[in-house]
């Protein structure tokens, strides 16, 4: 283990890990998606935008951008299953994060693991599925499971309870400002990735 970019501290009970953005190098490929189903709308996303909302879930950008330029949007839910489906498109583009995988590989049986996404359970099923990981985790938690989202610290807190240990003794692995700031109101630490991409690509 002494490889690894990170170890556990004593007294870890428990690993949640996000999963665009920290497991899986997705947002290229959402980007893609966001700006092929908001340019039939008008709707700008520059892309440092979008990584500023990496963790939110997609009906709530869309709201805040429509409302940011004054666009009525009739369907948010079709909005939202037409940027979906298009993610879904570029599946075999996807790349695992290898650095934060070695470390889910480390632990596994080890320690328990959920993967806690702002994401929709179907795409990120399937993008676990692609990187052929979805056997690692113990628990999944994603925008369906919790009425609040990052950054408030809900879906880390159902992570934890659904692995059946204290919130206090998990730590987290995220690649966003927000998702940082879910982990630290759940009262978890929080380990920020983004270093560790860079370093890997």
């Not at 690993?15 to 190098?25: H, K, P, R, S």
């Not at 892309?47 to 666009?71: Q, W």
């Not at 985790?137 to 994603?142: H, K, R």
Request: charged share 25%; net charge negative; proline share 6%.
């Amino acid at each position: 283990m002494n490889n690894l970019l990170w170890t556990a501290p004593p007294g870890t009970s428990g690993l949640i890990f996000d999963c665009d953005g920290t497991l899986a190098d997705t947002m290229p490929a959402h980007y893609k998606a966001w700006t092929a189903m908001l340019g039939r709308f008008n709707i700008p996303f520059p892309e440092p935008r979008f990584y500023s909302m990496g963790g939110m879930p997609t009906a709530r950008i869309i709201r805040i951008l429509a409302d940011e330029v004054g666009v009525v949007v009739d369907d948010v839910d079709a909005m939202v299953y037409e940027k979906e489906q298009k993610f879904l498109t570029f599946l075999d583009e996807i790349q695992p994060i290898e650095p934060v995988l070695a470390i889910v590989s480390a632990y596994r049986g080890k320690l328990p693991i959920a993967v806690a996404s702002g994401g929709y359970r179907d795409t990120i099923t399937r993008t676990l599925d692609q990187l052929k990981i979805r056997a690692w985790f113990d628990a999944m938690v994603t925008a369906e499971d919790t009425p609040r989202h990052k950054p408030e610290p809900d879906v880390f807190l159902e992570a934890a309870k659904r692995l059946n240990v204290s919130a206090s003794a998990c730590v987290v692995f995220e690649d966003t400002d927000i998702g940082l700031e879910a982990a630290k109101r759940a009262g978890m630490l929080g380990v920020d990735v983004r270093e560790w991409i860079v370093r890997n690509r």
